[in-house]
């Protein structure tokens, strides 16, 4: 329980699965998922492998009738970087265990103490090192934005450390402060003062963008939507569509700059910018955010959909006075 964790709050439950649990909700999915042979097991919720070896073989053992030629492909854990070792390894190798994703949350030994995470960052970085070595096991890393005693330098510190240690997949979870947990108290008392919500989707945008420049795949961007989390938060960064808001802050930032080399956006007074279909609601921006963002600056755009893959086109450039 570190001091920014609910987990009955994050997970919705306080009852822990046993291997009835584990056979019962794997032939329930193996039935209606599309395409097992894509698809893991997963356990979340808490440090797979800081539980007790008893326990933690049970789940494991439940779970390998599953895996094979025309199952689930294999199983997917979240735990600890100081409960990873040799032994742990060689024990999820053999069960099938595919994926291995570390929670980091910060780089910052400081930010780490204050938050109760009882490991270090180099606990991160031998952790990730010693699972890399092993060849069979996806590494991903999950990281925490705006904790208590975390600057934005720290935050891009994390980042840039998180990203050297090549991690197949990350989560980024901006902090959002719960009932019942230290960082609460920490929060009503004031002695906790969070960034602006605006500055961490800036954050948040530039680390998704860095992902995709390095192929590192952000498989969750912001808390997933949730009414118990909603009902028990006392502040922090969430929105149910956080992901799409850092997107569309990309996008902002991607037309800014297209529309810089045309001409300088003092200069233009409207513009037609064209995306890939699949990106247009992302180019818009929730709510039409960068129609208005643009709006606001003197600069009508449109923003319509192309059919091939270039980013963005800018078309129809009308200056100031009547120009094109």
């Given at each position: 329980m570190c001091a920014f964790c609910n987990?009955?709050?994050?997970?919705?439950?306080?009852?822990?699965p046993h291997a009835?649990?584990?056979?019962?909700?794997?032939?329930q999915a193996i039935s209606e998922v599309r395409d097992v042979s894509q698809t893991e097991i997963a356990f979340f919720g808490g440090s797979f492998t800081a539980v007790p070896r008893e326990y933690m073989l049970e789940l494991l053992g439940a779970a390998q009738e599953f895996i094979g030629s025309g199952k689930f492909k294999g199983i997917r854990i979240s735990t600890r970087p100081?409960?990873?070792?040799?032994?742990?390894?060689?024990?999820?190798?053999e069960n099938h265990v595919t994926a291995i994703e570390l929670g980091a949350q910060s780089?910052?030994?400081?930010?780490?103490?204050?938050?109760?995470?009882?490991?270090?960052?180099?606990?991160?970085?031998?952790?990730?090192?010693?699972?890399?070595?092993?060849?069979?096991?996806?590494?991903?890393?999950?990281?925490?934005?705006?904790?208590?005693?975390?600057s934005p330098d720290d935050?891009?510190?994390?980042?840039?450390?998180?990203?050297?240690?090549?991690?197949d997949t990350v989560r980024i979870y901006p902090v959002v402060i719960l009932e019942g947990t230290k960082l609460g108290e920490l929060y009503k008392s004031g002695e906790y003062k969070t960034m602006e919500f605006d500055e961490v989707v800036d954050i948040c945008s530039k680390f998704l963008s860095d992902a995709e420049r390095l192929g590192i795949d952000v498989i969750k961007l912001g808390l997933h939507a949730s009414e118990v989390v909603e009902e028990q938060m006392l502040g922090g960064f969430y929105h149910p569509a956080f992901r799409e808001l850092c997107e569309g802050r990309n996008y902002r930032k991607l037309i800014t700059e297209k529309l810089e080399e045309h001409s300088g956006l003092d200069e233009i007074?409207?513009?037609?910018i064209s995306?890939?279909?699949?990106?247009?609601?992302?180019?818009?921006?929730?709510?039409?955010?960068?129609?208005?963002y643009f709006k606001d600056l003197g600069v009508d755009i449109k923003i319509v959909s192309h059919e091939d893959n270039e980013k963005i086109k800018i078309h129809e450039?009308?200056?100031?006075?009547?120009?094109?």
């Open positions: 987990q009955r709050t994050i997970t919705g439950t306080e009852k822990i009835d649990d584990v056979k019962r909700i794997c032939t100081d409960y990873i070792s040799r032994e742990i390894l060689d024990i999820l190798k780089m910052s030994d400081t930010v780490l103490a204050a938050n109760e995470r009882g490991h270090t960052a180099e606990d991160v970085e031998k952790a990730a090192k010693l699972i890399k070595s092993y060849g069979c096991f996806d590494l991903g890393l999950q990281m925490m934005i705006g904790l208590y005693k975390s935050e891009l510190e994390t980042w840039s450390k998180i990203a050297a240690l090549s991690p007074s409207s513009a037609v995306v890939p279909s699949r990106q247009l609601s992302k180019a818009i921006g929730q709510k039409k955010a960068n129609i208005l450039v009308k200056m100031r006075g009547g120009e094109k």
